[in-house]
DNA sequence: CATTCATATGAACAATTATTCATATGTTTA
DNA sequence: TAAACATATGAATAATTGTTCATATGAATG
């Protein structure tokens, strides 16, 4: 069945759906940043890095001091800090034998801040 | 070995890492409220869910035009709904047999865009 | 220059999760 | 009220991912 030359695949009006889809077809990024961009926020999406953003919020930290400090592997972290380095949430220097680790820019701070906002309101109400 | 009272288990100076201890301690949010922050960003870190979002900044949508929009099965649309209904970024109202979607607040955009942002500026350097 | 210390990394395993398929629920209409 | 339509949901499967363990790299030190 069709109404108007467009394939009518469900729902009742379909005409309506057709202009739809032209307008927010454009409007959706490419497959391509999409990708990037659920790459990024998978990033924000664990434990253990998100206490490492919070503790790199108060202080350039060297490996062994995140591995104390939040009482976990010094490997686990290690893994951890490779995933915010390639997603350049952080930035480290070497300082003799230590590694000192840092944030990289100001958009972990307000993205965590934003969601720290979402999940307050959730409270409220 | 000691040094001031306190285990030495890495790294050299220790007695400057016990004082980042006691200020980042008390910062860092505690597990529950870091374990619901990670399970929002994990919300966002799929490319289906971010593509649904993109389609409802530009309108109300029915979860059949949705589906036909992002090429994607009923299911699929209706299970990754449902998981943004959980963490109450989208809302949906009955309107006969169609269901229709829309954003629940604005923290949704304003995370994204930062997401973008910070996506840009990689390409930039 | 061999040893120690700090960090990185590869492989393996367990846990989580997105999609599909089949089917259930709930609404409208003939 | 039976049939058709729109959406939801449970179980199963495949893919992804976080941690551990063992080991490698690279810098300092005696």
Known sequence: M?????????????????????????KVPDEEEISDLSDLFKVFGDSTRLKILFVLFESEVCVCDLAE???MTQSAISHQLKVLKQS?????????????YSLAD???RSIIA?????I??????
């Open 2 to 26: 069709e109404k108007n030359g467009y394939e009518v695949e469900c729902c009742e009006e379909h005409i309506i759906h057709n202009e739809l889809l032209q307008k927010v077809d454009g």
């Open 69 to 71: 400090i939040l009482n």
């Open 88 to 100: 350049k949430l952080v930035t480290n220097r070497r300082e003799g034998k230590s590694i000192f």
């Open 106 to 108: 100001d958009h972990v």
């Open 114 to 118: 934003q969601g720290r906002e979402h």
């Open 120 to 125: 307050e309101e959730d409270v409220k109400k």
